[in-house]
């Protein structure tokens, strides 16, 4: 399987755990992506998204320190913007509304999340 090309892309990264949002920055990075972060909270993940700025896809961790990110990827999903969930819940955890998301488990994520990413991406037809 080639590499993923996420060259160019607009990649927000939400998570609250600094080593983790580290190794997924550069992860998407290596795969030619823009980072838009990290932001380790739901406020600054709102903040970020609420000023419009131009988000091809977004990697978000569901539980930033005690709370959901649900509320971001609301806003995400109004605007078109593919998702992909990581975290170490079960995915059956998830609301229901996000059953057609990306999910990649922290514990096994690693060098797995760009192409989560990409094929994100691709589904909603913006590859």
Do not use: Q
């Not at 539980?63 to 605007?79: I, Q, S, T």
């Amino acid at each position: 399987m080639r590499d993923p090309d996420l060259r160019e892309r607009r990649i927000l990264v939400v998570e609250d755990e600094y080593l983790v949002a580290d190794l997924i920055a550069s992860e998407l990075s290596e795969a030619g992506a823009i980072v838009l972060g990290p932001v380790g909270s739901l406020g600054e993940a709102l903040d970020l998204i609420g000023m419009g700025a131009s988000i091809d896809a977004a990697v978000l961790d569901i539980n930033l320190r005690g709370e959901m990110v649900y509320p971001a990827a609301d806003l995400l999903v109004k605007r078109a913007v593919p998702i992909v969930f990581t975290t170490g819940y079960d995915p059956a955890s998830i609301p229901p509304r996000f059953a057609c998301t990306g999910f990649c488990e922290k514990s096994t994520s690693h060098g797995t999340l760009p192409s989560a990413v990409a094929s994100a991406i691709a589904a909603r037809g913006l590859g």
